[in-house]
Every structure is written in structure tokens, then in C-alpha cells.
């Protein structure tokens, strides 16, 4: 049974899904989006974006693809990246179309090849690698580094984007040669009460609510208080919250059915 009727809505304005659609533009995030964008712009060579799990890494991601022209930039999009150095290259290798052969070497002369290639073409290589945190062999970071090394008239060949959670930094870190190419990092951080309230607000007027305030302040701040501010944990008691409001048959959802919510929750294990 689906609740968006009830609220005088047009969709749900919670979906735990890497939807730029419902792109909330806070602070952190437009200047997490900017420093992206200013690193492939600038040729900066690595780029790295951290962030607690649930903050909006992979939204965000999915944005700064969409403002890259296709007709100027060769993406490669690793969203899974928890595999051996060989797969690893391959896996490169298929995401900007080129089609791998057995050997490892290569491999990276068949990259090589593709990133001057690129740049006879005058189009820009952006290798995204999402999740970078469950790289499971340090060997993986290294050639990372190493593909920073094509370089052409002392411009790098490809720019790299690292996200992941926040211990990336420290797995970086202990690479020093690669942490030195790393030239902009950026910490994404959860949202302040304020931030939370229009974040709750700007998701339910995109989802077509307009016509009255569907949750009362009091339950705002019970969301933050225990979603600390995290989007995705917002996102799942505000849902649920809904949910129990239209199956109460509630005029507002109240501080008293988020209470309720956040009591199940708990209970449930989550968080």
C-alpha cells in the first residue's frame, strides 16, 4: 500500500537511491562537486573524496558525471573495485571500450595507447573508482600510481577520482609516493538540524508536496537527532514515518509517530 496519495504527493521523496534528480545542494556538497569538477578541469591528476557511509558519495559521483560533456571527456566508471590488479586493469580496460587481451603488460600498453589516443583526439580520460575502500590488494593503489605516470608534455594523460569511505585516506596514506599525487582531497560531512529540515523539505516538495508542512518541527528534530544527519538513515525514518502517518490516518506526521518509528528501528538492529 503506498502512502503517496495520502500526503498529496506525486512520488516518494525518500528512495535510498543514487538519484541526482533529488540532488540536495547543500554547502559540503556543492563545494565536494566543484573541487571534483575543478580537478578533471585543471588536470590535477588524483583527486580524493571521503565520506561516512550514507552522506551522499555516490549521488554525488553519479552529478559530477552528468556535468562532464560526453563529447569532451572518456569516462571510465569502476563501481566495484574489490579485485585483483589483473582484473582490475581489465576491468579499466572495458569500461573505456577497449577490449583487453590476456597479458598484463599488455594491458597497459593497450591503455597507454587509448589515453594518446584520447589526446590526439582532444578528449580528456576521467577514471572514477567508487567504493575505493574495498580495494583488497595494495598492488591495485600502486598501479593506480603508476598510471598517473603517462604524462605528455607535462600534463597527466588521465584523471584520477578516488571514493570511498573514510579510512581510504589512511590506506593512501601509507603509499606515500601515491598520497604526494593526490592534489585535492575533500571531506564529505552529515547535515547540521538546519541543513536536515531543508533537506527533509526540499525532497518533499520535488516529490510534489506544496500544500501544507507534512512533518511538524518537533519530528524534524527527533529525524536529525537520531540520523545525526546522515541522508541515507534520514531518508529511511522519514519513509517509514510517512508510512505510519498515512496508516494512522495522521493530519501531520507528529513527533510522537517518528518516536515510533525510531523505536522499530532500533529494535530492528539498524544502526
Known amino acids: 500500500m503506498h502512502y503517496e496519495a495520502y500526503w498529496g504527493l506525486k512520488v516518494a521523496p525518500f528512495e535510498n537511491v543514487p538519484d541526482?534528480?533529488?540532488?540536495?545542494?547543500?554547502?559540503?556538497?556543492?563545494?565536494?562537486?566543484?573541487?571534483?569538477?575543478?580537478?578533471?578541469?585543471?588536470?590535477?591528476?588524483?583527486?580524493?573524496?571521503?565520506?561516512?557511509?550514507?552522506?551522499g558519495k555516490t549521488t554525488l559521483s553519479r552529478l559530477f558525471v552528468q556535468h562532464l560533456a560526453q563529447d569532451r571527456y572518456d569516462i571510465a566508471l569502476i563501481a566495484?573495485?574489490?579485485?585483483?590488479?589483473?582484473?582490475?586493469?581489465?576491468?579499466?580496460?572495458?569500461?573505456?571500450?577497449?577490449?583487453?587481451?590476456?597479458?598484463?603488460?599488455d594491458r597497459l600498453h593497450q591503455l597507454n595507447e587509448h589515453l594518446l589516443d584520447n589526446l590526439r583526439r582532444e578528449k580528456e580520460t576521467v577514471?572514477?573508482?567508487?567504493?575505493?575502500?574495498?580495494?583488497?590488494?595494495?598492488?591495485?593503489?600502486?598501479?593506480?600510481?603508476?598510471?598517473?605516470?603517462?604524462?605528455?608534455?607535462?600534463?597527466f594523460l588521465l584523471t584520477l577520482i578516488l571514493i570511498g569511505q573514510p579510512e581510504l585516506n589512511g590506506r593512501i596514506n601509507a603509499i606515500e609516493p601515491f598520497a604526494q599525487r593526490v592534489a585535492i582531497r575533500f571531506h564529505l560531512t552529515a547535515f547540521?538540524?538546519?541543513?536536515?529540515?531543508?533537506?527533509?523539505?526540499f525532497r518533499l516538495k520535488l516529490a510534489g508536496g506544496e500544500q501544507r508542512p507534512i512533518f511538524s518541527r518537533e519530528a524534524v528534530e527527533l529525524l536529525f537527532?537520531?540520523?545525526?544527519?546522515?541522508?541515507?538513515?534520514?531518508?529511511?525514518?522519514?519513509?517509514?514515518?510517512?508510512?505510519?502517518?498515512?496508516?494512522?490516518?495522521?493530519?501531520?506526521?507528529?513527533?510522537?509517530?517518528?518516536?515510533?518509528?525510531?523505536?522499530?528501528?532500533?529494535?530492528?538492529?539498524?544502526?
Open 192 to 201: 547540521d538540524v538546519e541543513e536536515t529540515t531543508r533537506y527533509i523539505e
Open 80 to 105: 566495484n573495485p574489490s579485485m585483483d590488479s589483473q582484473d582490475f586493469l581489465g576491468e579499466v580496460l572495458y569500461q573505456l571500450g577497449v577490449t583487453a587481451t590476456d597479458n598484463k603488460l
Open 225 to 271: 537527532q537520531r540520523s545525526k544527519g546522515v541522508p541515507r538513515v534520514i531518508n529511511t525514518l522519514a519513509d517509514l514515518s510517512l508510512l505510519s502517518g498515512f496508516l494512522e490516518r495522521k493530519a501531520q506526521v507528529d513527533a510522537a509517530v517518528v518516536t515510533r518509528v525510531i523505536a522499530d528501528f532500533t529494535l530492528g538492529g539498524a544502526g
Open 127 to 155: 577514471l572514477i573508482i567508487d567504493e575505493a575502500q574495498t580495494v583488497k590488494d595494495d598492488v591495485v593503489f600502486e598501479e593506480l600510481r603508476l598510471l598517473l605516470n603517462f604524462q605528455m608534455n607535462d600534463r
Open 20 to 55: 541526482s534528480k533529488f540532488y540536495f545542494p547543500s554547502q559540503k556538497h556543492e563545494e565536494g562537486l566543484q573541487r571534483l569538477l575543478y580537478g578533471v578541469e585543471a588536470r590535477k591528476g588524483a583527486v580524493l573524496l571521503t565520506g561516512e557511509v550514507g552522506c
